[in-house]
T-cell receptor
Framework: KNEVEQSPQNLTAQEGEFITINCSYS?????LHWLQQHPGGGIVSLFM???GKKKHGRLIATINIQEKHSSLHITASHPRDSAVYIC????????????FGTGTRLTIIP | GAVVSQHPSRVICKSGTSVKIECRSL??????MFWYRQFPKQSLMLMAT?????????EQGVEKDKFLINHASLTLSTLTVTSAHPEDSSFYIC??????????????FGPGTRLTVL
């Protein structure tokens, strides 16, 4: 069974700061997901990646398959980025059962 | 991206009643849908895998007679919590899988349903 660990568990930063959230897993995977969950509970899929780097707006996700590690970066953070960010890994290409990390609660202070 | 909806978004019911939650893929067909449960301040836990036209596959420890799943069409899966009790109060989330191309699928999540059993 894959063990997924995220760090930090909680992160508070000032608006504008560069944010990094880390995710490590124990067993080789085919895909890693980064998800965003807002206080209301709804989940938004941010990225699915298996290698290299992806960028969408102010969000950047990287993955190192050899080191079993991924990072989510947020540039020029904004209070609306405040949410729980969840890393999830799977062993297939999207249609497989995911193992979730416990999440990182990010709070951006104006 | 593809849209997955859930209905209702919030439900409060009395102990002993049954509650049905719908998960719909709005603009794509999903052969596979997943049902998750999330307790406060905890991560998502997979309850079951729902495949269109066949019986759902439940994770260990999930009572299939308690949580009835029906995947009647390629765009709809339902989760029925039967004889709900306060310990069933939780946030239930579904996800749907779309085949983008051969050997490449993407998974999209619904907004979740918050169930409170009094």
């Amino acid at each position: 069974k894959n063990e997924v660990e995220q760090s930090p568990q909680n992160l508070t930063a000032q608006e504008g700061e560069f944010i990094t959230i880390n995710c490590s897993y124990s067993v080789g995977i085919s895909a890693l997901h980064w998800l965003q969950q807002h206080p209301g509970g709804g989940i938004v899929s941010l990225f699915m990646l298996s290698s290299g780097k992806k960028k969408h707006g102010r969000l950047i996700a990287t993955i190192n398959i050899q080191e079993k590690h991924s990072s989510l970066h947020i540039t020029a953070s904004h209070p609306r980025d405040s949410a729980v960010y969840i890393c999830a890994v799977g062993e297939g290409w999207g249609n497989e059962k995911l193992t979730f990390g416990t999440g990182t609660r990010l709070t951006i202070i104006p | 991206g593809a849209v997955v909806s859930q209905h209702p978004s919030r439900v409060i019911c009395k102990s002993g009643t049954s509650v049905k939650i719908e998960c719909r893929s709005l603009d794509f067909q999903a052969t596979t849908m997943f049902w998750y449960r999330q307790f406060p301040k905890q991560s998502l836990m997979l309850m079951a895998t729902s495949n269109e036209g066949s019986k759902a596959t439940y994770e260990q420890g999930v009572e299939k007679d308690k949580f009835l799943i029906n995947h009647a069409s390629l765009t709809l899966s339902t989760l029925t919590v039967t004889s709900a009790h306060p310990e069933d109060s939780s946030f239930y989330i579904c996800s749907a899988v779309i085949e983008v191309r051969s050997s490449y699928n993407e998974q999209f999540f619904g907004p979740g349903t918050r169930l409170t059993v009094l």
